[in-house]
Each structure stands twice: as structure tokens, then as C-alpha cells.
């Protein structure tokens, strides 16, 4: 039988969902239940990952060692993990801090593309003896031939795997297929997978990565996490189990985990909307949708022709102020019709 790790980020994918602001308490019940039910690794931070509280992306309602050290203190069997993009977090004033709150996985991220700008951060990682995966986001917008040789730059730099965000919700299942069958057969290390739900695909696409030699899967507790919502974690976990998948969660304990996140961490559960759907369809991510929403309103635009145009322009997380320049243009253009 497979073993399917599952990382579970409804504590730093989930924070997109509220502008950033779990509390230390959020932190401590919710990790509590996850540890409880067997989840392998649980991920928690700031929606951008650590060292990225700030005013463009949002300001977190508390620190990163907070977080950390209150998720550590109740995590006994799970693996603490966090998000790290570099730009944000740098060694010495955020990966160093991380490792001595008690961080296990350090999952060291960048666009698709941009493979290059994760080597210093995961190469120090690897030197202090902590567990570091590669994260590639917004793989949609790579072929296929690009993403392989940006995972291999990460595999080279000492990751221990490879793990492609569908950051933007924007795969069908055959794209995860080529895209996953790809990497399997060129990497010697574990590929892993991040979905997003803006089409309803995240848990098809999930198991489906599953099939083609995707080790490590990605799921939050009813699919707290920005936009539309992550991969549905209890689902994924019944769904995989079903297939014939080991993921080493407790069924129950999950489920009970995910009414305790829908009772104490969320305000409301991610559902599919309009925004989402046209998020996905042009290919935008996700966590732009709360932003998109609020600008689109104080500039009297649809969100939905804001979403294809930001497409147009293939923005990427970190541009949020170009939501503002392409709602400006639309006003000029008429605004809503």
C-alpha cells in the first residue's frame, strides 16, 4: 500500500481567509486536534508564509515566533512546517528564528520559474540538519519542460522534494497528470502537490497526483485557505483511503479535527463563488481574490473583468498593487456595464 504524506497547511493557506488574524488560541486548539488525528505535517504562518506580515500582503495578528512556538508546544507527533519565500524571509532574520521555535519542514517556495532564488535559503537549511522541500507556485503557468528543469535546480540545491502549487485553482486532472508523470520520472527525490478548489477539482486533481507517484498531498480542514479554498482535507483522506492510499490519519480524529476548525478557527467555509470560478478560469491566484473584491467595489468595476485582465498581465502573489492599476484603467474604460 502507498504512503501518502499529508501536509496540512489549514493554519497558513487557512490565514489568506482571514486577512491573517488566527490568534495564538486558533493556533493551539487546531493543531491539538490535527496532531491528534495522525496528520504528518501541520503548517502554520502567515498566508505568505514567514517573515511576510506586512502592510502590501496583510499584517498578521501575531508574530511569526507566536505562532510557532504555540503550535510546537502542541504538536507531539506531527511535524511543525512552514511556508518560506525568499524576498520575504531571509536566513538570518527569519529561517534561524524558525529553526530555534522548533520548525521540522521548511518548505522554501518561488514562481514557477524562478527556481534560482530558493538556493541560498534551502542550501542553509539542509546544513542545519531540518527537513526542506522545494515549492514551486503558479505551476500553470510554466510548460511542463520549464517546471522539470526548475525542480531540478531545487533537487541539486539539496531538497528533499519537489512540490507543485496549483496556486490559482486553474488544473484539470490531466494537466496534473502530465505534469506530475513528469517530474516523477525526472527527480529522485519525493514530488508532492497543492491544490486549490476554484474549479472543483482539488481533491480529483489530488488523488490523481497520487496516482501518477505524487508522495506528499496538501489538505485543509474543510478546505479553509484563500479564494475558493484548498483541497478538502477529510475528503482527501476518506477519498485516498478508499483507493487503496495509507495516509496514516485517524478517520474519525479528521473528522472531528474539521468540526473543530469549522467551530474555532473559521468565520465561514470556503464555497465556490463567481470570483473564484473566473479566478481559476484566467488563471490568477487565489489570495487575490479578498483584495480584487474590495478594490473592484471602491472603483465601481466587475471583479470578474479585473480577474481576466490581471491574467492578461499574468500577475503573480506580491503584485497586489497592480489590482489597483488595472481597476483604475477599467473605471476609465466605463467601469461596470
Known sequence: MQKIIISDPTLRDGNHAVRHQLSREQIAIYAKAADLAGVSIVEVGHGNGIG??????GLAKETDEVLLRTARENLKKSKLGV?????FATVEANI????????????????CTEADTTRNHIEFVRTQGKEVFGVLMMSHMAPVEILVEEALKMESYGAEAVVIMDSAGAYFPKDVEERITALCSALKIQVGFHGHNNLG???YNSLVAAQCGATILDGCARGFGAGAGNTQLEVLVAVLEREGFSTGIDLYKILDASDIAEREVMKEIPTIKSTSIVSGLSGVFSGFMRHVDRVSKEYNVDPRDVFFKLGERKVVAGQEDVIVEVALDLAKKGGKK
Request: with cysteine; net charge positive.
Open 83 to 87: 511556508h518560506c519565500i525568499p524576498g
Open 52 to 57: 511576510a506580515s506586512s502592510i502590501q500582503v
Open 96 to 111: 534561524k528564528p524558525a529553526i530555534a521555535a522548533g520548525v521540522d519542514v521548511f518548505r522554501i517556495a518561488s514562481h
Open 201 to 203: 477539482m482539488a481533491v
